[in-house]
């Protein structure tokens, strides 16, 4: 079985953040990164080169693929702020109502700037989302 790309490593968070060009770009991933710190009580490391994740939980398909992923994470990409594990978008449809300029996909919240979003909302949504997976995780 295939392993996963995309897996914990030692790279410094705060380097690679420290890093971003684009300066609302690097303020921004500094506040997703402490929200992301608020909402799940742990410490951020990076997945690969561009995530930065936190804590994981372990996922198994009914194809029979599984392995570890992020419980919670982000990446600073080139378009948009990525925001990964949303874990299905069905039962957020009114904190996606309230969040402000957003595209989803993929299990991805894509966001271009945080001013475009109501913050409170966007905690909102990581909760729902590290809830919803951990349940999931418990689950499998």
């Known amino acids: 079985m295939a392993e996963n790309k995309t897996a ?11 890093a971003i060009a684009d300066e609302r770009k690097r303020k921004d991933s500094f506040t997703i990164l402490e929200l992301m710190k608020q909402v799940t009580g742990m410490d951020p490391k990076m997945w690969g080169s561009s995530i930065v994740g936190f ?26 702020l990525t925001i990964y594990n949303m874990g299905g978008f069905e039962q957020y449809d009114d904190l ?34 590290v809830k919803h997976i951990k349940h999931k995780a418990k689950t499998q």
Do not use: M, W
């Open 55 to 80: 804590g994981s939980y372990h996922y198994k398909y009914e194809s029979g693929r599984e392995g570890d992923t992020i419980l919670a994470g982000f990446s600073p990409r080139k378009q948009n």
């Open 96 to 129: 996606l109502k309230k969040l402000g300029k957003h595209t989803i996909g993929g299990g991805c919240l894509y966001i271009k700037r945080l001013d475009d979003t109501d913050l409170p909302t966007l905690k909102s949504l990581i909760e729902e989302s």
């Open 8 to 18: 914990p490593n030692d790279q410094n968070v705060e380097q690679f953040l420290n």
